[in-house]
């Protein structure tokens, strides 16, 4: 995690930004705490990056890498806006000792890649349509050494994977098929039958963009029918308030980048 201590929104690369709202950091970095409290009361570890000027989109670490078992597939930013940070991004790693594979292709890390371990053997679902280039799917699956399912996102307001689709568990995922293609929703029924299933309202609350250890889902505050369903699903909702972050276009997903190692 990296903390929003120079957040702002001085750019728009997503449709969820508007140059001319105000930002509340104060406010902003007390949110992003209280979710890391969250995440350390759960019994999680939390790596934190240091924030650096100029780059106020930090605090989205999900968007820097992606890792599976000690590998890790580094991120290349489609918009400059974001490019440096890739190397931060890069040297945390490495000063971990992991293995860290640099990309060719454009590609925004956790952002649009997700990691289902118990899934068919061992599945990543993959987005593509407005960050992260068609090519990168095949450059990860070589990374990586997981079988990459490709999914086209058409909505421009679900510019992400992460904030249309998570993994819920080791093996099954929550989803909202309206940010996907007809084909990769028909995919996405065919490998996940058992999938809780998203509504607008659910989406539109950046629900999605959320974070589960498989008991416990941690997300947006708003997404209160999201969280119902999810409990009715046998999952304990862990509600968090992120409303500064979400000017940017991002929640709960967007900030945490998960370590599998």
């Not at 820097?64 to 489609?78: E, P």
């Not at 400059?80 to 000063?95: D, I, K, N, V």
Request: glycine fraction near 8%; proline fraction near 5%; hydrophobic fraction near 45%.
């Amino acid at each position: 995690m990296c903390s929003p201590e120079h957040f702002a929104v001085e750019y728009a690369i997503n449709p969820w930004m508007d140059v001319t709202a105000s930002v509340d950091v104060e406010l902003a970095v007390k949110q992003w705490d209280r979710l890391r409290e969250t995440l350390v009361d759960l019994g999680h570890e939390v790596h934190l990056l240091v924030p650096e000027p100029g780059l106020p989109d930090m605090v989205y670490a999900a968007n820097g890498a992606f890792m599976v078992d000690g590998t890790v597939y580094g991120a290349q930013f489609k918009h400059q806006q974001r490019a440096a940070e890739a190397a931060t991004h890069r040297a945390f790693h490495e000063s971990q000792g992991w293995r860290f594979i640099a990309p060719n292709e454009t590609n925004e890390g956790e952002g649009d890649f997700a990691y289902l371990p118990e899934a068919h053997g061992g599945l990543i679902l993959a987005g593509h349509g407005f960050r992260t280039e068609l090519p990168a799917h095949a450059e990860a699956q070589e990374a990586l050494g997981r079988p990459v399912i490709s999914l086209r996102l058409v909505d421009p307001r679900f510019y992400h994977l992460d904030v249309a689709l998570a993994s819920i568990d080791d093996g099954n995922i929550v989803y909202y098929p309206g940010a996907f293609s007809a084909a990769s929703q028909r995919v996405l029924a065919q490998l996940f039958p058992d999938a809780v299933l998203a509504d607008d309202e659910d989406a539109l609350a950046f629900g999605l963009n959320l974070v589960s250890d498989g008991a416990n889902v941690v997300l947006n505050s708003e997404a209160t029918r999201l969280a119902g369903r999810l409990k009715v699903a046998g999952y304990t909702p862990v509600p968090v308030e992120l409303a500064e972050l979400k000017k940017g276009g991002g929640s709960v997903k967007c900030c945490v980048a998960e370590l599998r190692y």
